[in-house]
């Protein structure tokens, strides 16, 4: 069987199998925990290449948590040795540890530490320790736990929605956020396949869903909105070639396309998205896929287009 990027994650049949988070402490306003929402304890550490940590930077941006929790940006280009904190052109040396690399954070946290270094990484100061390495916990916590530090408050999480919701957010994880990975990473044509159809399969259902809604659940955008976005995003730079999802594009999609065009466009998203990253972690990290780590000069992508999407009929 061809060797996978992450052997520890490959399956018996060629199957990319994720790594579950292995830090799940909780930041709350409960006043019996050990991680309470303080401004200026947290520092979440974050790679711009990376969906799961871009989705946490969204909400850290949106939210208006800037003031409150600090970031720090690895070098896009890792190595045997993990993501790493290099001077570069939108990321540098790590200003609140001193660290070379990521995984000195996870030994810091825990010294048997065996799995691979992921973003985001949530950081308590005060402890100098991990407190949570899980995008989805990080976004709910900035959401719920530090509102009173959110200089924009707002709900990503509405609790009238919250079994929709859920429902969606794992139905996107599943075939589209972990889907582009569960092709790019497979190692036989079946498990490839199977993926790859997987994820098209269910851009056919978002597409249909967002003929009628202007965002996934009506008016108002959600944390599944920015789970989506940051695959969408990434998807004709990266996952269309890179990946092997070259069915369609998402500029292939009307509905689709309008839609990340409308999210990207919201205020302060676009500074989050650096298409340099993107393009130079995908193409040169993942050697396996990509051994001449050439990076293409295309697509051309015009985000900033009228989107029309104010005009799509939306549910309540």
Known sequence: M???????????????????????????????????AVAGRYHLYVSLACPWAHRTLIVRKILGLAEAVSVGVVDPVRDERGWAFREGPGHGADAVNGFKFLSEAYFASEPDYRGR?????????????????SEDDICRMFNDAFRGLARTPGELFPAKLEAEHGELAKFIYENVNNGVYRAGFATT???????????FAALDKLETRLATRRYLLGRRIVEADWRLFCTLVRFDAVYHGHFKCNVRRIVDYPNLYGYLRDLYQQSGVRETVNFDHIKRHYYMTHEEINPTRIVPIGPELDLDSAHGRELVANVA
């Open 189 to 199: 044509q079946g498990a490839y396949e199977k993926a790859a159809r997987d994820v």
């Open 2 to 36: 061809t060797t996978a990027q992450f052997p520890d994650e490959q399956g018996t049949g060629g199957e990319f199998v994720r790594q579950g988070d292995a830090f799940r402490a909780w930041v709350s306003n409960d006043g019996a925990t050990e991680f309470p």
């Open 117 to 133: 270094y992921t973003v985001p990484v949530l950081w308590d100061k005060e402890t100098r320790r991990i407190v949570n390495n």
